[in-house]
């Protein structure tokens, strides 16, 4: 039995994911120093007696500390998540890989596939990308792709059906 290695899928998702994942990124870290700093406004203007003193006096250190720590995952994670993402369709088999600390890999058989709905959020929509949903009977043999081009995705997708048609068999 010939041994088979394990290799990246052939193709990147599109540069314009990078902008996608910033943006994202950027929306949370606003949303989180933001809570914090109003936490920390009403802690100020309250003076809660339950908090310690050195709590109430140096509240707004905390947005801060928190803005300074979530800044590195706000510059490093989309350019780290654009090259860790891949995906590639063979004659049998769809791939991808994902993640950024950790990573995942998926193998989807073509065979296998229910449905392949192409999807874009509003944000995926302004930079003309879009998601593809493969999904099997089995939630564990389903996938995504992000971050890919509209017609990428449009192609993919219908060649992605025509496929599944051929190769279907009776197993379920």
Do not use: C
């Given at each position: 039995m010939t041994a088979v290695r394990?290799?990246?899928?052939?193709?990147?998702?599109?540069?314009?994911?990078?902008?996608?994942w910033a943006v994202e990124s950027v929306i949370g870290f606003v949303l989180v120093v933001?809570?914090?700093?109003?936490?920390?406004s009403w802690i100020d203007s309250s003076r809660f007696s339950w908090l310690p003193?050195?709590?109430v006096e140096h509240v707004w250190w905390v947005p801060i500390a928190v803005g300074a720590v979530l800044l590195p995952f706000v510059v490093i994670e989309p350019v780290w998540r654009y090259a860790v993402h891949r995906w590639e369709l063979?004659?049998?088999v769809v791939y991808a890989r994902s993640g950024w600390f950790s990573r995942e890999w998926v193998f989807v058989?073509?065979?296998?596939?229910?449905?392949v709905d192409k999807?874009?959020?509003w944000l995926e929509r302004a930079l003309g990308l879009s998601t593809l949903e493969i999904r099997t009977a089995?939630?564990?043999?389903?996938?995504?792709i992000k971050g890919l081009d509209y017609d990428v995705a449009a192609r993919l997708a219908e060649d992605l059906a025509v496929r599944a048609h051929?190769?279907?068999d009776d197993a379920t």
């Open positions: 394990l290799r990246e899928p052939a193709h990147r998702l599109s540069k314009r994911a990078v902008a996608q933001g809570g914090t700093a109003i936490a920390a003193d050195w709590l063979t004659e049998d058989p073509v065979s296998r596939i229910q449905t999807t874009q959020g089995s939630h564990a043999g389903s996938s995504s051929e190769l279907r």
